[in-house]
């Protein structure tokens, strides 16, 4: 017991000298239960993007026109088996996996896309939908319930990366609500990010890689010797708004995350996977909700992973996830979101054609949500 007393003040000098324990970031487990089955023989196609709203409903947007006819047997004219049928475009769903409501699709007033993108809904509730089709040049605003409200842009030919009239292709978007503010990730055509009034759909701002003046010069195939490009390639595949005011941009197939403030001034960039050659490494991002939103959440759908970045720094802390069909991998991960517990919800596109959820596990401490 001597020998045991002696020994405490030796241990708290040394654990003072080692000062307190570093946090510990996520780890995931993959719920194989979620979502729940959907109603009325429905089928999902690609999984095109998912959003998590203000009360923690997960929200997808699917493609019903990438359904084969097997996968779309019973929709067909006479049935061709008792399964399945497409689902509606666009699916909310409860924290369990139970489908709340569904709508979307071609309307009057709105030119639906040919291939529907990315989702996000604002801090207001309202939704909103991209989409990447040969013709789509809009990006739609809809109550939650699927009422048309807004149209940013518009269908048809594709035109260059100084049009601000329309869009190019656009991937995603997120809002600035103070400023009230919707910026757009421009695109699979175009090659900026792109920022309008989330009433009205007046045009703001806009800027390409490094803060620079957007081009549609053709970069060619991406060689990780080279130095870095000197603007975004396609696709500019999303953009997320930090709580202290940094813009994070999805410079997919350049393997890299660049940042700036909200005017599109230039702060920093990270490569991600920068030896990746497929089709790029940063597919995706999510903030982490902690008070500090310490880390970035990347979707990878060419190494078909999930990875835990420092925001701060860009390095990689955790990954989750490989190629591959059983639960918990993935083909071709699309788009991710983040509940306010910490859960991750996935999509896949190709033949992924699914919506995937997984548990944070661990120690760490989340933001309160301000109801």
Not at 60 to 83: G, H, I, N, Y
Not at 153 to 178: E, H, I, M, Y
Not at 269 to 287: D, I, K
Not at 307 to 327: I, P, S, Y
Request: glycine letters at 10%; a negative charge.
């Amino acid at each position: 017991m001597r020998i045991l007393s002696a020994s405490l003040p030796a241990l708290a000098c040394l654990l003072a000298l080692a000062g307190p324990a570093a946090a510990e970031a996520p780890r995931f487990q993959v719920d194989p239960s979620w979502p729940k089955p959907l109603p009325n023989d429905w089928i999902l196609g690609q999984a095109s993007g998912v959003a998590v709203d203000a009360q923690d409903h997960v929200w997808v947007v699917q493609r019903p026109r990438t359904l084969t006819d097997d996968e779309k047997a019973a929709s067909l004219d006479p049935p061709r088996s008792k399964c399945c049928k497409p689902a509606p475009p666009v699916l909310e769903f409860a924290q369990d996996g139970t489908l709340l409501r569904s709508w979307g699709g071609p309307g009057e007033g709105y030119d639906w896309p040919t291939n529907e993108h990315g989702i996000q809904i604002d801090e207001k509730g309202f939704v909103w939908i991209a989409g990447n089709g040969d013709q789509d040049g809009q990006l739609l605003k809809f109550t939650a319930d699927g009422t048309f409200v807004l149209q940013i842009g518009k269908s048809g030919p594709q035109t260059d990366s100084r049009d601000t009239s329309r869009l190019g292709k656009p991937a995603n978007v997120d809002f600035d609500g103070a400023a009230n503010e919707v910026y757009v990730a421009d695109g699979y055509y175009n090659h900026r990010i792109i920022v309008f009034d989330r009433d009205t759909g007046a045009f703001k701002r806009m800027w390409g890689a490094y803060g620079k003046p957007p081009t549609d010069d053709k970069l060619g195939p991406y060689d990780p010797a080279a130095a870095p490009r000197q603007q975004f390639a396609n696709p500019v595949h999303c953009v997320r708004i930090a709580q202290d005011g940094l813009v994070y941009v999805c410079d997919r197939t350049n393997n890299r995350i660049q940042v700036f403030r909200k005017d599109g001034s230039f702060v920093k960039e990270f490569f991600v996977e920068p030896n990746t050659r497929a089709n790029g490494s940063v597919w995706e991002l999510a903030l982490w909700p902690d008070a500090d939103e310490t880390y970035l959440l990347n979707a990878d759908g060419a190494n078909n992973e999930v990875r835990t970045l420092e925001r701060a720094t860009g390095a990689t802390v955790g990954a989750f996830g490989r190629n591959g069909r059983m639960a918990g991998q993935f083909h071709w991960v699309h788009n991710l979101a983040v509940d306010s517990q910490g859960n991750v919800f996935t999509t896949e596109v190709d033949t992924g054609k699914r919506a995937q959820k997984f548990l944070a596990v661990g120690s760490f401490v989340l933001r309160k949500r301000v109801p």
